[in-house]
Structure formats: structure tokens, C-alpha cells
């Protein structure tokens, strides 16, 4: 199996992990243990692992065939993946399907600096975590107005997962991010930070304390700073953050058909896909092309269609989409939503990596970021220029003939209309509503 296909099968399907050393993130097929650090506690852990929080979670990090890649295992649906992991001692092993050898794998260790603690007491892990392999990340406002109402609240995230579990604090301070940044990057490498918060009620959308961190992080060490959160009402506040030392910029729209919105982020879509655009073209104007990104999750509902329409429109603005697979988070409404198929996330990758490379806006490009880490995504590994979408293996949905991007998404398109690749069907609301209330 080439290495995009096991990258996008595994972030589909999840991986468990078997013969698990002591403190590493699973050491059972189906129940992964917590890392022994733990994130609340300081103590260094033996791989890097997350549950819970914003943004991605549920992850482990992992190197496979030279790629930092985050692959679900703390999931229900990981913990039923074909896909198995053998790990030694050591943290590396190989990947296994059915009895048949993949490819190896190499768990990402966790850091030195998880192992200290801030001037006023407070672990490192409990300010910002290691993604990845080198992109230190911190969410700067764990709590958001929308998370503790559930009929607004986004069905697929965890921001209040972590802080009730004294994994986090509620507010980083600009000078215990600059000092843990500090010594992630003297102590591991690490080359770049990503900066996310819980939505509060001031019209900033949180870009004022973002901006504060960003400056407390460049006071310290000079890193790549990428700030994200919703549009503020006042869109000057890009001018303010870039001088702040926010070097990129990311506006999650996540899903884009209305009815999907509406009932994946019922609170959140009361902020319409306008707006963002809107909002959009201003950063872009501020940051530069390449250096806006937005988040689309594939699997909330949206079409093939839908997201493909979706990324070509921002990639002609110049602003990166970054394209996840769904990973339902235990305790949430979607918790038991199936991630979009392998097929379904190729699909997507064969024509939107190779028409982002021919744009200009390769993710090695991005300062700083997700876009630039990658590591949540397969989308990457098809950024080379002109590249076609690749022959699936025996059993796929869906085929391309042409080299040519635009006759292969065609290709596509026709094939998700005619049921050959697997679709999303939308969320119900009135499920996912009742499904908030009992949780």
C-alpha cells in the first residue's frame, strides 16, 4: 500500500495500538490507556498522546515512512480499525492489516520540556502541547460561550473535555507561553507555535488575548506564530494581531452547506459562510496569500461536491483549506458519527493537493500552523504539482484516466453522483440535540 493510501486509511479508520510498552498511550487492542505524563501533572510522558481539548484530540503521533503523522486511537471506531500497530519498547514497530506487514512505525516521543514547570508552578503540558513532531500548541482560552449550551454548542468538540479533567488551565498568560515556547524550542526543536481559543463574548472573538500571547511568545524566542479564531467583528483587528507578531492566521469555517452548519454548529453558523469570506479576503490582504487557512472537516455532512466547490473558491483567494477527516470525540454528540470513508478523504486529496501546489500555496510555504505541521491531514502528500488522482487499490470507488486535475475531479464528481464514492449523510439535528442534552 503506498504511503498516502495508509495515511488516509489510518486517519479514517484509526489504528490500535498491541504489545504496548509500559506508559505508552495503548496497551490494549481496544482500551488505549492515558500517556504516562500526564498532560495535568508535569510528569514526562513516554509518547505523545491527547484526549479531549479543541481542535484535533484523540491522537497519537507517529512517524511513518519519514511522514509526522496524528492518528486516532482513543476513539470507539479506533478501537475496532483493522489497521494494528505492533510496538516494542522502543516506541517503533510496524503497521498490520490482516496478519500482512504495512509499513513501520515509530511513535513520537514526548518532549523534554513536558517535564517542567513555569515560574509560577504550573506544568508546561498544562500551558501548550507538543503536535506533531515540532509545532508547540496551546489553546490560549479553554472555555467558550457556546460549549456549555448544548443546543449551540459544535457537536464534535471537546474544548471543556480537558479543563474538567485538570489537564489544562482556563487562561494561558502571555508570559507563561513565551516561557514554555522558550524552552520547547532551546529543549526539543521545536519550529513553530499554533495558537487556538474558545470563542468568548467580547467582539474581538478572542484576536485581543491572541495577540497579547503572540507578543508574549516573540518577547522570549523568535518562532512563527499562527493565531486562530472566528472573525472579528471589527476585521482591523488582522492589522493588530500581524503587528503583534502573528505571522499566519486561521478562520475555521469546518463545514460549508447551511443545513450541515446548522445542525453540526448550530451557535457557530449563526456566523454565515458570507462572513467568513468576507473575513477571508481581508486576512488575506493583511497576511499575504498562503498564509490564511481554514479548517473544512470532511464527514459532518457536506458533499463531495460541496467541499471540493469550497476549496477551489478559497484557494483562488489565496487562502489554504485544510481538510481533516472527522474523528468523533467520545462524550460529544457526534461520538458516534463514522469518519468520511479512505475513498471518500482520496477523493478530495487527488485534486485539491495538486491544485494548491499549482496555485502557489504549498504547505511548506505556511509560517506557521496546521497547514504547515500537516500532520492531521493526508492532504500534504498530494501537493505535488500535477499530480493525478492515483490508482486505488483493488476495491476502490473510484478511478482517474487523466492527468489532468480538472478531468479527474469530473471523474469524481460524476462518481459521488452516481454513488460510487461513498458520501456523508447530513446530521440530523433533532438527534444530535437530543444526543447534547443526555451527555
Known amino acids: 500500500m503506498d504511503t498516502q493510501t495508509l495515511i488516509t486509511e489510518l486517519q479514517s479508520f484509526g489504528l490500535r495500538l498491541a504489545e504496548a510498552p509500559e506508559g505508552a ?47 486516532p486511537i482513543h476513539t470507539d471506531q479506533a478501537a475496532a480499525s483493522p489497521f494494528v500497530a505492533r510496538i516494542g519498547r522502543d516506541g517503533a514497530g510496524t503497521v498490520e492489516r490482516d496478519g500482512r506487514e504495512l509499513a513501520p512505525i515509530a511513535l513520537v516521543k514526548a518532549p523534554r520540556f513536558y517535564a517542567l514547570s513555569t515560574e509560577d508552578g504550573i506544568p508546561y503540558p498544562k500551558i501548550a502541547l507538543l503536535h506533531g513532531a515540532d509545532v508547540l500548541a496551546s489553546t490560549v482560552l479553554q472555555t467558550c460561550i457556546r460549549y456549555t449550551e448544548r443546543e449551540k454548542a459544535c457537536t464534535f468538540c471537546a474544548i471543556g473535555q480537558s479543563l474538567a479533567a485538570g489537564r489544562t488551565t482556563a487562561k494561558k498568560t502571555p508570559e507563561q507561553l513565551g516561557e514554555v515556547a522558550e524552552a520547547a524550542a532551546r529543549l526539543d526543536g521545536v519550529r513553530h507555535v499554533t495558537l487556538t481559543t474558545g470563542t468568548p463574548r467580547s467582539a474581538d472573538r478572542g484576536a485581543a488575548h491572541l495577540a497579547d500571547c503572540a507578543r508574549g511568545i516573540k518577547a522570549r524566542v523568535d518562532l512563527p506564530v499562527q493565531a486562530q479564531c472566528e472573525p472579528p467583528d471589527d476585521l482591523a483587528w488582522f492589522e493588530r494581531m500581524r503587528a503583534a507578531g502573528v505571522d499566519s492566521l486561521g478562520m475555521h469555517l469546518e463545514a460549508v452547506e447551511d443545513e450541515v452548519r446548522a ?10 459562510v458570507a ?30 461536491s460541496s467541499l471540493l466547490d469550497a476549496s477551489e473558491r478559497l484557494i483562488a483567494m489565496g487562502v489554504y483549506p485544510f481538510l481533516v477527516p472527522l474523528v468523533p470525540i467520545p ?85 459521488a453522483e452516481q454513488g460510487h464514492v461513498s458520501g456523508v449523510p447530513p446530521l440530523a439535528p433533532g438527534h444530535l440535540l437530543r444526543r447534547a442534552r443526555a451527555v
Open 275 to 304: 462572513r467568513y469570506f468576507e473575513a477571508f479576503e481581508a486576512a488575506v490582504r493583511v497576511f499575504g496569500r498562503g498564509q490564511v487557512s481554514t479548517y473544512l472537516i470532511a464527514g459532518l455532512g457536506d458533499s463531495l
Open 263 to 272: 445542525a453540526a454548529m448550530p451557535g457557530k453558523a449563526e456566523v454565515s
Open 25 to 71: 498511550p495503548g496497551a490494549g487492542a481496544a482500551t488505549p490507556q492515558e500517556p504516562a505524563s500526564g498532560e495535568g501533572e508535569g510528569r514526562r510522558a513516554a509518547w505523545t498522546s491527547r484526549r479531549g481539548g479543541a481542535g484535533p484530540t484523540q491522537h497519537v503521533a507517529a512517524t511513518l515512512r519519514g511522514a509526522t503523522v496524528m492518528i
Open 331 to 415: 462524550g460529544t454528540p457526534a461520538a458516534d458519527r463514522a469518519p468520511p470513508s479512505g475513498d471518500f478523504m482520496r477523493a478530495l486529496y487527488a485534486h485539491i493537493g495538486p491544485l494548491l501546489a499549482r496555485s502557489g500555496l504549498r504547505s511548506t510555504d505556511v509560517k506557521a500552523g496546521c497547514a504547515r505541521c500537516g500532520a492531521c491531514s493526508g492532504l500534504s502528500g498530494f501537493e505535488a504539482e500535477g499530480r493525478a488522482a492515483a490508482p486505488p487499490e483493488a476495491g476502490a470507488a473510484w478511478t482517474s484516466t487523466s492527468e489532468s486535475s480538472d478531468d479527474a475531479t469530473l471523474q469524481l464528481r460524476a462518481c
